[in-house]
């Protein structure tokens, strides 16, 4: 059985995820497929996990692939985390990770409207309630924001206690609607690190919506995509990735027949079948990607990129915040001043050539923001401001 080492698994991330310079690729479409999917909870990310992958690249770039050629599409999907998918794998997730994640959504709301005391039947008032957006919808092919939504259907937006605290109902169905790839998150109508879509059809956005796979051909894909950039990866990190069981998985894995390889610390992984020459190694490197990049958060046990770091830069709900990369490993954090200029926080100790490199990403990630701010909900305990003590 192959052996993969640490080493070379940290030379097939640089290469395949497009993150050392030498390895930078041309678009986003290019950068999107380098990590299978880019993560899209906060906006922010998915242009800044562009910047990271693509040199020259303008904010312009990313809203032609989003919002005009629409090569990448906002999809609602794995663990229930909105990602931009490359369009050609859209179907594979319709079929697969976002109906299973429709389905439990189903469920818990159709609970929760009970619990609410709207109507005995839960279920029925979610699918009456869709039928209601997508009519109102339907009516505007470029699409309607959340808040016209309430506005329009106030029998739609009904605002309850759960037990997360109070929610719009509307907001729920919109969610429900992008999971079943009946509407999609269009337009953004703010600034690109805000996220205000015009939710609309899929079919008015897409032009033309394929058909999804079924089940079993939807995951077998996007394993395959995932063991070509993120391989030789466990079981459990296919699991977690996926927010499947591990039956989808293993079957998956027999269908592609994926080939087991020995890891450093006795661990079991897996890699295509067309994919088990060595990776040549790659010169020393560094890179800053953002919160919750694909990167950071492409593997459960992380512990050969991210050591002993990771309570200082995961949140308690495995959120990963901004991450400074050397050589392969995680080594610190990057924060911005109130001027906008990028610092790098080191959680160890690294070279003098190590620094230089960080230096210089940090400089080209300041220029390309040019002074604006991003702001996060996921803050990592390395990000948070210093204390300082004075007297």
């Not at 030789?232 to 027949?257: F, H, Q, S, Y």
């Not at 230089?356 to 400089?363: D, S």
């Amino acid at each position: 059985m192959r052996h993969v080492t640490d080493t070379e698994r940290r030379a097939r991330l640089a290469r395949r995820h497009a993150i050392a310079p030498p390895h930078r690729v041309a678009d986003p479409e290019e950068a999107t497929r380098a990590v299978a999917v880019l993560h899209a909870t906060e906006p922010a990310t998915v242009y800044l996990s562009v910047h990271a992958r693509v040199d020259g690249v303008r904010v312009e770039d990313v809203d032609r692939a989003l919002y005009t050629d629409r090569s990448l599409v906002k999809q609602l999907a794995m663990r229930r985390t909105l990602f931009v998918f490359p369009r050609e794998l859209l179907p594979a997730a319709w079929g697969s990770a976002s109906a299973r994640v429709a389905e439990a959504e189903l469920k818990r709301m159709a609970k929760d409207v009970e619990k609410a005391g709207l109507t005995a039947d839960g279920t029925g008032w979610v699918l009456r309630a869709r039928e209601l957006i997508l009519r109102e919808i339907g009516t505007r092919p470029d699409g309607m924001t959340a808040l016209e939504i309430r506005d329009g259907l106030p029998e739609v937006a009904v605002k309850f206690d759960v037990t997360a605290g109070s929610v719009w109902n509307h907001s729920r169905v919109l969610t429900h609607l992008g999971l079943t790839a009946d509407l999609v998150r269009g337009t953004n109508t703010q600034h690109w690190r805000l996220s205000r879509p015009r939710w609309t059809r899929m079919a008015d956005w897409l032009g033309e919506v394929p058909e999804a796979w079924p089940v079993e051909d939807g995951y077998a894909e996007l394993v395959r995509r995932w063991l070509a950039r993120f391989g030789p990866g466990t079981e459990a990190d296919l699991v977690w990735w996926l927010g499947a069981t591990k039956g989808a998985v293993r079957e998956a894995l027999t269908r592609l027949e994926a080939v087991a390889v020995t890891l450093d610390g006795g661990g079991r992984g897996w890699l295509l079948p067309e994919d088990l020459e060595p990776e040549p190694p790659v010169a020393p490197w560094a890179a800053l990607l953002p919160v919750l990049d694909p990167t950071v958060m492409g593997w459960k046990e992380r512990d050969w990129y991210l050591g002993t770091h990771g309570p200082q830069l995961f949140d308690r709900n495995g959120n990963a915040g901004t991450t400074a990369w050397w050589d392969g490993r995680i080594v610190g954090c990057w924060v911005q001043d109130d001027a906008g200029v990028v610092e790098v926080r080191l959680l160890e100790p690294v070279p003098a050539v190590a620094q230089r490199a960080l230096r210089t990403e940090a400089e080209r990630l300041t220029a390309w923001l040019d002074g604006v701010r991003i702001g996060t909900v996921y803050p990592s305990a390395a990000m948070k401001p210093v204390a300082t003590v004075t007297g």
